[in-house]
């Protein structure tokens, strides 16, 4: 399915830095953040289902991409507020998308 570019443009992707991680009590794949997007969006809370290759505190001070303004969303009865970007590794597994230079959190994603 094809998307036109205004349609692209209306996803808002910020650099987000992971200032805490727990697992999701009840749940074998949430993982539950608190992102820090720099003064003019603040900290969020957002959830991913990524537990299965990732522990919360390997991910802890981490700078990665999210999508901030989608609607927030109830899972297992927490809000998350935004999405984690990643992609899948060839064998299938989670794969973060880490800068190769330092990022303030809040930067947009271009």
Do not use: C
């Not at 802890?60 to 992609?87: C, D, H, Y």
């Amino acid at each position: 399915m094809n998307i036109s570019f205004d349609d692209f443009s209306k996803v808002e992707m910020k650099m987000g830095k992971v200032i805490a991680a727990d697992l999701v009590e009840g749940s074998e794949k949430l993982i539950r953040y608190d992102v820090d997007f720099g003064p003019e969006i603040g900290k969020r809370q957002i959830l991913s289902g990524i537990a299965k290759w990732y522990k919360p505190e390997d991910l802890v001070g981490k700078t990665l991409p999210f999508v901030v303004n989608l609607e927030p969303r109830m899972i297992m009865g927490l809000e998350s507020q935004g999405m984690l970007i990643a992609t899948d590794s060839v064998d299938g597994a989670a794969s973060l998308l880490v800068p190769d230079k330092d990022v303030m959190p809040g930067t947009g994603v271009k």
